[in-house]
């Protein structure tokens, strides 16, 4: 079966999941646009009056040497840019509740299931997860394709250029950090290190290797994403891990000295114009993202480790004995140092500000 059908075929069945308003890329139309554009007008009609070929089978002096075309360029990148933005938001928005309901606790979770009428279940919860999957990387599959078809269509590099766009203004599909969390997510659900999910268009991976400080997502369509859990600071795993606006993730300690804050005021006191320690973007600290469920992989990871699970794994051993002495009572160290940090920063802080007082 063809994309374009099997995109049409997931939007009929998307409206019934999902929000009927939520956004897709419109990949059929954007497709009907290729086909009428006036500049590539030899080329079709070239292609039809032959027997049915694909365009890649022209030669090249046949192709659109154009290398943008004005109808093309004003339907298709503003509305992908828009497109690409309200997907982005829309699956931002609803992997956050999504996970409000599995991290919350106390009142707040009985609040939020009695609202949802207590149909919230650990399964009900995969569910939607897998819905959200679906959904972003089918689109993300149908925005490389049509990218795919423009470039091939007009000779041109422009497709490519907006890729590096879309990136650059954080709206990249597969480059958000709720994509992370929602693996998290799956990894806290299933207790383990790998996870496998077998959707209706395709089949999702998660892996966590903690020697290397990597996560794994395999996606539909093979897209394979690694994500380095490296805190580029302090050169650790990320410990109570930000993603700032720009999708760099640090440890919170880390990230609020970068913005020259304390610890105890948090990153809602940085600066609009603090800039992010590894891509110098400024305004990314407002734009931050908590990421709950990648923490409590990690304190989980942490805590259920014990070292006769490394009896069989000599080398793995050796390894994250070397970058974790004492592994076992590796995270509690790293909790009470960063209490400790908070507490000598606000007496520090308090001091300071009273000393200042009776200056004045």
């Known amino acids: 079966m063809k994309f374009g059908c099997l995109f049409t075929e997931y939007l009929q069945e998307e409206r019934e999941l999902l929000d009927e308003k939520c956004a897709h890329i419109e990949y059929v139309r954007l497709k009907k646009v290729l086909k009428s554009c006036q500049t590539c007008k030899p080329l079709h009609s070239s292609s039809s009056s032959s027997s049915p070929s694909l365009v890649s089978d022209l030669p090249n002096h046949q192709l659109c040497q154009c290398q943008s075309c004005p109808v093309c360029d004003q339907k298709f990148f503003s509305e992908l840019m828009k497109e690409a933005s309200d997907i982005v938001g829309f699956f931002g928005s ?23 009428c207590f149909k919230n279940d650990r399964q009900a919860l995969a569910q939607e997860g897998r819905i959200l999957i679906e959904y972003i990387a089918m689109n993300a599959i149908a925005m490389r394709k049509i990218l795919k078809k423009y470039d091939k269509v007009h000779s041109s590099v422009n497709g490519k250029n907006f890729k590096s766009k879309m990136h650059t203004e954080h709206i990249e599909l597969l480059h958000t950090p709720w994509l992370i969390e929602l693996g998290a997510f799956y990894l806290n659900s299933s207790g383990r290190d790998c996870c496998e999910l077998n959707g209706v268009y395709g089949h999702f991976k998660c892996d966590l290797n903690v020697s290397d400080a990597v996560m794994t997502l395999i996606l539909p369509d093979s897209i394979k994403l690694e994500y380095n859990l490296t805190c580029a600071i302090c050169l650790d795993l990320v410990f109570n891990p930000y993603a700032l606006g720009c999708g760099h993730i640090f440890c919170k300690s880390c990230a609020c000295s970068a913005a020259s804050v304390m610890m105890f005021q948090g990153l809602k006191a940085a600066s609009p114009e603090s ?21 409590l992989l990690m304190k989980r990871r942490y805590q259920s480790v014990s070292w006769s699970h490394f009896i069989s794994y000599v080398n793995i051993a050796i390894t994250i004995t070397r970058k974790f002495p004492r592994y076992n009572d590796y995270w509690k160290e790293r909790l009470l140092s960063e209490r400790n940090n908070m507490v000598k920063q606000s007496k520090e802080y308090w001091n300071m500000h009273n000393h200042n007082s009776l200056t004045l």
């Open 94 to 116: 609803r992997v956050k509740h999504l996970l409000d309901l599995h991290v919350a606790s106390g009142m707040q979770r009985y609040v939020l299931r009695l609202r949802q």
């Open 275 to 295: 800039k992010c320690p590894i891509c110098r973007e400024d305004g990314v600290y407002p734009k931050k993202v908590r990421m709950l469920e990648l923490g």
